[in-house]
């Protein structure tokens, strides 16, 4: 874990979110690849995409586009570090059009599509792929260039945002489960 003179980097809590993050995705990739008609689950799926939607893309991705790039945004960034930051935001914008297929493919095989468990399988191959590679470019590249647009006080507010919106994410998950069975 990073610390620098006693404190926490904002991009601490991002990098061990990286780190479940490929767990997850590798796993899911393991056993979609192994799931054959007779053991398909669909509510692993469903945990599945539950995490990459709640925890990766709107706890993770959350802090990174709404707080640290937007703040970004306010920066005189370099190009090189301009076109790697709407590089990584195009990614987050494929990973969500991937699980949106993921989704659909799991909607299809539930309806008798045997044909969907493949698309299953290939879409958790695509993710489990393509995303640490995301990971990488935000841990060895990205994360260290964009420090050096904040002062030490101003990193540690990021930080401070990181926590409060992280503080929000139960509530807003577990409020919008409530939601979705009120409207059953
Ligand atoms: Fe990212
Ligand atoms: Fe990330």
Known sequence: ???????????????IEHRLIEKMLALADRKAAAMTP?????LFIDTVVDFIKTYADRTHHGKEE????????????????RRLMNELVEEHVFGRQITGELVEANTRYRRGDASA??????????????Y?????????????????????????????KFCEFDRQMIHEKYKSVVDALEGD
């Open 1 to 15: 874990m990073g610390t620098q003179g006693g404190f926490m980097k904002p991009r601490g809590p991002l990098m």
């Open 38 to 42: 007779d053991t398909y689950d669909p």
């Open 66 to 81: 709404d707080i640290l790039f937007r703040e970004l945004e306010t920066r005189a960034l370099s190009d090189v570090d």
């Open 117 to 130: 468990l493949a698309v299953i399988a290939d879409k958790l191959e695509t993710l489990a792929d393509f």
């Open 132 to 160: 640490p590679r995301h990971i990488v470019k935000e841990d060895k590249v990205f994360f260290p260039a964009a420090r050096a647009y904040f002062t030490d006080e101003e990193d540690q507010a990021l930080l401070a």
